[in-house]
């Protein structure tokens, strides 16, 4: 039987494009208000890509930041995946644009679709091709080009998204750091509370779905805000106990950053202080797939991370998907 060995975080990035959209440009667009916006969902702008920028950029640039972090060359990485629903293509993989843009010569990659708990499923998958020995150094990504799949004359939907990337490095560590536990869950019978209906062979783009706006993200707003909170609590609980922890056990908490309030009701389900929590929804809105690497980033880059802490990942998004992972940081 395969020896099993620790799997771990060595470096982490991210990258926001340089565009930002404030809450005041928003009310020149659609009927809301910056007091709107903040008291419901607690952000304060978001960022943009350039015409010019593809998710596959975004990818690249973060994932440039997390291998100095690590300080490894792109030769070094033996397999890149990538969590978007903004894909460069749906053929071929972003994985494969940012393979060829980083220079990554020797890595296989895949592209993975869990919606907005992207990055906790690729960090999931990648943390056990290390841990199994099939691969040293696997580079995970979640990036997100929201602008381009929301309408922009629905003031229910524009307001919260934005684009950007967060990326980590997984590599070999000594037993008893890294990741040492996960859950990860789905349940499609609620997928029609949050998709793009018009974007696959099920639902082609045409010009009627054009027409109708069925080629932009679709979303339940109150459907979701419960379904999230109910399982990112319990999907929290459910990789603890794989690590044998308890939530008491918890020194940072980084959940998906969808909504302020999303993010306060399931901290108060867990019984969470102020004090173990990251959130940073305020720059960035949701940026899907993007979000939990983006603020673990910021919280190891702040100073928010030690050796030897206690940390949980917790994402929910389309599908509905949702997942956890916890770890003891290097």
Known sequence: MQQLTGAGILGTGHYVPERVLTNADLEN???TSDEWIRTR???EKRHLAADNEDTSDLASK???QAM???GISPEEIDFIIVATASPDYTVPSTACMVQQKLGCTKAGGIDLSAGCAGFVYAV???SQMVRTGMYKKVLVIGAEVLSRVVNWNDRNTCILFGDGAGAAVLGPVEEGYGFLGADMGVDGSLGNILSIPASGVAEPVTHRAIDSG?????MEGSEVFKAAVRHMD???LRALEKADMTKEDID???VHQANYRIIQATAKKLDIPADKLFINIEKYGNTSAASVGIALDEAVRSGRVHHGDRIVMTGFGAGLAWGSVVMRWM
């Open 29 to 31: 667009m659609v009927d």
């Open 41 to 43: 969902t607690g952000i």
């Open 62 to 64: 973060a994932a440039q």
């Open 68 to 70: 100095d972090a690590a």
């Open 124 to 126: 999931s998958v990648g």
């Open 214 to 218: 069925r080629i932009y993200i679709h």
């Open 234 to 236: 319990s999907t929290t």
């Open 252 to 254: 940072l908490l980084i």
